[in-house]
C-alpha cells in the first residue's frame, strides 16, 4: 500500500454554551482539523487536529511530498521522516504527526479488517468509563441557557449531566476564579454526590503556596486526583511534598524526556496521555508501558475532541492494562458530530469501544461540508482570550480571576 493523497478541511462545531478555562475560552464552539490520507488501494483513514485554518491545512498538504509513496504500515519510520526529534527544534509536527498516524492506523485496520485497538495489542475493555467534564461556562448567547458561575448552578448542571450520561466520576475544570471560590463549589460538588469520585483541574494557574493550600482543603474529599495546580515540574513537587492528593499531568509530562524527568525525580503520580499532544495512539501505548513498569497512575486526557479524535481515545483506553482512572473527554458538551451516525452514545458513563475495522467511523459528507462551510464564515476563535474581560491578560500564577458575582452575558457571534 501506498498513500497517495492527503487532504486537510477545517471545520467549526457548536457546543452547547461557551466554556470557561484558565487562560481564557471556548467561545462556543471547538474548530477542528478534519485529515483524509488516501491509499492507491482506495482506502480513506481518518484524522483529526486541534485548530485549523489555512495555515494549517498547508501543513498538511505540505507533508504531501514527505508522504506520497509511503507505505502506512512504516509508522515507526513516520515519526522519523516528520517528526525527527532534532529536527523538531524548527518544525515541530508532533500533532500533525498524529493526525496522521491516526488515519495510517485507520487504513491499516480497514486493509486488515480488524479494529485499531487490536493492531495494539488487543482490547482488554469494551467500554471505557468517562468523567463528566464540567466547566464554568457562559450562557449559550442564543438561548441564554446554559450559564455555570455559582455552587447552585454547577450542582444543577452536574446532576442533569449524571442523570443523562451516567457518570460515576466528575470533573471540575477550574481556574476562573479565585481559588478560595472555587474550592467551595468544589466542595460543594463532592458533597453532593457521595460515592462518586472528583477531580479540579485549574490548568496550573495557582501559585504552590495556593495550591498547598487546596489540596489540603480536599483532601478529605473522595478525590481521583489534582490536576495541574501549577505550571512546571519543581511546583509540581514542591506541592506533592505537602498533599496527601495524586497529583495528574497533562501539561508537564507530554513527551518522553519529561516523563524520564519525572520518573528519576517523581512531581506527578498520574500521567495524562492525549493521543494529540504525544504524537499519537502508539506514543501513549508506549508511555502507558512506561508508566506501568514505574507504577505512575495513568488516564486519558481530552483537549476537545470530535468524534475521530474520540475513537483515537477509545482505542486507547481499550489497549492500556494501567488505565486507572475514568477517562476525560469534551465530547458531551458537543452539540453534534461529524461522523456517520451523528455523536456516539454514552452508557453507564462510558461508550463503547468501535468493532469496525479501523477506527470505526466514517465521515458523514453533508455534516462535513456544513461546519466546514460554518468555518469558512465565523473563522478561529481566540482560544486564550476571555469574551468577558477583553482587556485581560491571564498570569502564571494568576492574580486576576474573574467575579463570581459578574453575572454579564459577553457577546459571542455563532
Ligand atoms: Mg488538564
Same mark, same amino acid.
Given at each position: 500500500?501506498?498513500?497517495?493523497?492527503?487532504?486537510?478541511?477545517?471545520?467549526?462545531v457548536p457546543?452547547?454554551?461557551?466554556?470557561?478555562h484558565?487562560?481564557g475560552c471556548h467561545?462556543?464552539?471547538?474548530?477542528?482539523t478534519i485529515?483524509e490520507?488516501?491509499?492507491?488501494n482506495?482506502?480513506v483513514g @481518518?484524522g483529526?487536529?486541534?485548530g485549523?485554518?489555512?495555515?494549517t491545512?498547508?501543513a498538511?498538504?505540505?507533508?504531501?511530498?514527505y508522504?506520497?509513496?509511503?507505505?502506512?504500515?512504516r509508522?515507526e519510520?513516520l515519526r522519523? @521522516?516528520?517528526?525527527?526529534p532534532?529536527a523538531?527544534?524548527?518544525n515541530?509536527?508532533?500533532?500533525?504527526?498524529?493526525?496522521?498516524?491516526f488515519a495510517c492506523?485507520?487504513?491499516?485496520?480497514q486493509?486488515?479488517g480488524v479494529?485499531?485497538c487490536?493492531?495494539?495489542?488487543?482490547?482488554l475493555?469494551?467500554r471505557?468509563?468517562?468523567a463528566?467534564?464540567c466547566f464554568?461556562r457562559?450562557a449559550?448567547?442564543?438561548?441564554?441557557?446554559?450559564?455555570?458561575?455559582?455552587?447552585?448552578?454547577?450542582?444543577?448542571y452536574a446532576?442533569e449531566?449524571?442523570?443523562?450520561y451516567?457518570?460515576?466520576s466528575?470533573k471540575?475544570?477550574?481556574?476562573?476564579?479565585?481559588?478560595?471560590?472555587?474550592?467551595?463549589?468544589?466542595?460543594?460538588l463532592?458533597?453532593a454526590?457521595?460515592?462518586?469520585?472528583?477531580?479540579f483541574?485549574?490548568?496550573?494557574v495557582?501559585?504552590t503556596?495556593?495550591?498547598i493550600?487546596?489540596?489540603?482543603?480536599i483532601e478529605h474529599?473522595?478525590?481521583d486526583?489534582?490536576?495541574?495546580p501549577?505550571?512546571?515540574l519543581?511546583?509540581?513537587?514542591r506541592?506533592?511534598?505537602?498533599t496527601?492528593i495524586?497529583l495528574?499531568?497533562?501539561t508537564v509530562v507530554v513527551?518522553f524526556?519529561?516523563?524520564?524527568?519525572n520518573?528519576l525525580n517523581?512531581?506527578?503520580?498520574?500521567?495524562?496521555?492525549?493521543?494529540?499532544f504525544w504524537?499519537?495512539?502508539?506514543?501513549?501505548?508506549?508511555a502507558?508501558?512506561?508508566c506501568?513498569?514505574?507504577q505512575l497512575g495513568?488516564?486519558v486526557?481530552?483537549s476537545?475532541e470530535?468524534?475521530?479524535? @474520540?475513537?483515537?481515545?477509545l482505542? @486507547?483506553g481499550?489497549v492500556?492494562?494501567?488505565?486507572s482512572?475514568?477517562?476525560?473527554?469534551?465530547?458531551?458538551?458537543l452539540?453534534d458530530d461529524?461522523?456517520e451516525?451523528?455523536?456516539?452514545p454514552?452508557?453507564?458513563?462510558a461508550?463503547?469501544?468501535?468493532d469496525?475495522?479501523?477506527?470505526g467511523?466514517?465521515?458523514d459528507?453533508r455534516k462535513?461540508?456544513?461546519?466546514?462551510d460554518?468555518y469558512?464564515?465565523?473563522?478561529?476563535?481566540?482560544y486564550?482570550?476571555d469574551?468577558?474581560?477583553p482587556?485581560?491578560?491571564?498570569?502564571?500564577?494568576n492574580?486576576?480571576?474573574?467575579?463570581p458575582?459578574?453575572?454579564r452575558?459577553?457577546?459571542?457571534?455563532y
Amino acid at each position: 500500500m501506498k498513500i497517495t493523497d492527503i487532504r486537510a478541511t477545517t471545520v467549526t462545531v457548536p457546543i452547547e454554551a461557551p466554556l470557561r478555562h484558565a487562560n481564557g475560552c471556548h467561545w462556543g464552539r471547538f474548530v477542528r482539523t478534519i485529515v483524509e490520507v488516501e491509499t492507491d488501494n482506495g482506502i480513506v483513514g @481518518l484524522g483529526e487536529m486541534g485548530g485549523g485554518g489555512e495555515s494549517t491545512e498547508a501543513a498538511f498538504r505540505a507533508m504531501k511530498t514527505y508522504l506520497i509513496g509511503h507505505d502506512p504500515v512504516r509508522l515507526e519510520e513516520l515519526r522519523f @521522516l516528520i517528526a525527527n526529534p532534532t529536527a523538531s527544534l524548527y518544525n515541530n509536527r508532533t500533532q500533525i504527526m498524529a493526525a496522521l498516524e491516526f488515519a495510517c492506523l485507520d487504513i491499516l485496520g480497514q486493509a486488515w479488517g480488524v479494529p485499531v485497538c487490536d493492531i495494539l495489542g488487543g482490547r482488554l475493555r469494551d467500554r471505557v468509563p468517562f468523567a463528566s467534564y464540567c466547566f464554568f461556562r457562559y450562557a449559550n448567547p442564543q438561548t441564554g441557557r446554559g450559564e455555570v458561575r455559582t455552587a447552585d448552578q454547577l450542582l444543577a448542571y452536574a446532576a442533569e449531566m449524571k442523570k443523562r450520561y451516567g457518570f460515576t466520576s466528575h470533573k471540575l475544570k477550574g481556574g476562573v476564579f479565585h481559588p478560595d471560590y472555587e474550592v467551595e463549589v468544589y466542595r460543594a460538588l463532592a458533597s453532593a454526590f457521595p460515592g462518586d469520585s472528583f477531580r479540579f483541574d485549574p490548568n496550573g494557574v495557582l501559585s504552590t503556596e495556593q495550591a498547598i493550600r487546596f489540596s489540603q482543603a480536599i483532601e478529605h474529599l473522595r478525590n481521583d486526583y489534582l490536576e495541574d495546580p501549577v505550571f512546571g515540574l519543581n511546583g509540581m513537587r514542591r506541592t506533592r511534598q505537602m498533599t496527601r492528593i495524586p497529583l495528574a499531568t497533562n501539561t508537564v509530562v507530554v513527551n518522553f524526556e519529561q516523563l524520564a524527568a519525572n520518573i528519576l525525580n517523581t512531581a506527578a503520580d498520574v500521567i495524562l496521555l492525549d493521543t494529540t499532544f504525544w504524537g499519537g495512539i502508539r506514543a501513549c501505548v508506549k508511555a502507558a508501558a512506561i508508566c506501568e513498569t514505574f507504577q505512575l497512575g495513568v488516564a486519558v486526557h481530552s483537549s476537545g475532541e470530535l468524534g475521530i479524535q @474520540l475513537a483515537t481515545m477509545l482505542h @486507547l483506553g481499550a489497549v492500556i492494562p494501567n488505565l486507572s482512572f475514568a477517562a476525560d473527554a469534551h465530547y458531551h458538551h458537543l452539540a453534534d458530530d461529524i461522523i456517520e451516525g451523528g455523536l456516539m452514545p454514552y452508557e453507564n458513563g462510558a461508550i463503547k469501544v468501535p468493532d469496525q475495522p479501523g477506527l470505526g467511523v466514517k465521515l458523514d459528507r453533508r455534516k462535513l461540508s456544513l461546519y466546514s462551510d460554518l468555518y469558512k464564515s465565523l473563522g478561529n476563535y481566540p482560544y486564550d482570550r476571555d469574551p468577558g474581560r477583553p482587556n485581560w491578560t491571564p498570569l502564571v500564577p494568576n492574580d486576576r480571576w474573574a467575579d463570581p458575582a459578574d453575572d454579564r452575558a459577553p457577546e459571542i457571534p455563532y
